[in-house]
């Protein structure tokens, strides 16, 4: 009976305890965004630069929605000792003489500037590397005027084939050529001021369909043919 009595334990143990294997770990899942519902609207919070996701008290507005700053006139005058500057988010103008005379070897101008003031970097001699972005819409005179970025230009030191140097929102700023007659290339919206100063070979000009705006001053010096 004794015996009976422990297989019939031994069946009872085997019928309610069933082994399952562990489950295999999935792979780890990193948060891309972080979702929340403004106005029946998702929005989604993500640091493209980091590229990843941040949320709760971790997201920083300013950085998804800069604040607007400006450069003031003459902040950065005569500073010998800037070398790089890499102006912040939100920078939408720089104003006059702000880096005028300055030691800056580079700057960078962030996405969203739209305007760069007279002289803004005027003698800046050991500037050469210049960042431009695609929404300004405007520079002042002799903004980079005596840099050796825009002499590079002009030496056809740097690596533009074109006799043409655009920057910004299709905005001509200088021009290196020695045609009689000059052909304004399409996509250029503005001439900058003093863009063709003192060509005096130039006896005829060709504007683009794109021009909208050409500065005082544009060709300064030049011997131009009025129209008959």
């Not at 295999?24 to 929340?36: C, H, M, Q, R």
């Not at 507005?61 to 790089?84: A, C, K, N």
Request: proline share 4%; charged share 25%.
């Amino acid at each position: 009976m004794k015996c009976i009595s422990i297989m019939l334990t031994l069946i009872t143990l085997m019928t309610t305890y069933v082994w399952t294997p562990e489950p295999t770990p999935g792979p780890e899942i990193k948060e891309i965004a972080v979702t929340s519902i403004v106005g029946n609207k998702a929005v989604f919070l993500i640091d493209h630069e980091e590229m990843e996701a941040k949320k709760g008290s971790d997201v920083d507005i300013t950085e998804i929605f800069p604040v607007e700053s400006h450069i003031e006139d003459w902040q950065f005058y005569l500073e010998m000792g800037l070398r790089s500057k890499e102006l912040p988010k939100g920078t939408k103008t720089i104003g006059r003489y702000a880096f005028a005379r300055s030691g800056l070897k580079s700057i960078t101008i962030p996405y969203g500037t739209t305007e760069i003031g007279y002289a803004a970097f005027y003698h800046c001699d050991n500037l050469k590397e210049v960042d431009i972005p695609a929404t300004v819409t405007q520079i002042d005179g002799k903004a980079f005027q005596f840099t050796s970025w825009l002499e590079d230009f002009y030496r056809g030191e740097n690596d533009d084939e074109s006799d043409f140097l655009i920057v910004g929102d299709g905005i001509l700023l200088a021009y290196r050529g020695d045609a009689e007659t000059v052909i304004i290339p399409e996509g250029v919206k503005t001439i900058a001021e003093e863009a063709f100063l003192n060509h005096k070979e130039i006896k005829e000009v060709v504007f683009s369909s794109t021009i909208s705006k050409i500065e005082e001053d544009a060709f300064k010096g030049c011997d131009i043919k009025p129209a008959e």
